[in-house]
């Protein structure tokens, strides 16, 4: 877990662009949309847990993720349902999920259905 935040150069993004180009990107954003939070009826890829994916051209994933709070019921849980959900997808030799809270959530990352989903729209 990634619990000492490294000053960041000046202009860097705070969560680094994910690989959407490559042709399991979507096998994995789909393997997690099958996985929910136990409190919130919503999806943790809606709901803007999940920060980066990179994906190597052997297919290791490694996922960058967070929770909504830190206090989480599920902190120790997740990534390993993350992980299983994603190891699934046909092409992916590897899975890595690692924990951040550095940017920490917000309900501004949700996508406009979870937001419609929870009644925030």
Partial sequence: MNTQAEP???GAP????SDTE?????????ACRTVYDPEIPV???DLG????IRISDEGDVKI???LTAPGCPVAGEMPEWVQ???EAVGGV???DVEMTFDPQWGMDMMSEEARLELGFM
């Fill in 8 to 10: 960041l150069p000046e």
């Fill in 49 to 52: 847990l999940i920060y980066t």
């Fill in 64 to 66: 960058l993720m967070t």
């Fill in 22 to 30: 490559h042709p399991l990107f979507d096998g994995v954003v789909e």
């Fill in 43 to 45: 999806n943790i890829y």
């Fill in 93 to 95: 030799r590897s899975v």
């Fill in 84 to 86: 299983n959900a994603v």
């Fill in 14 to 17: 705070l969560i680094q662009p």
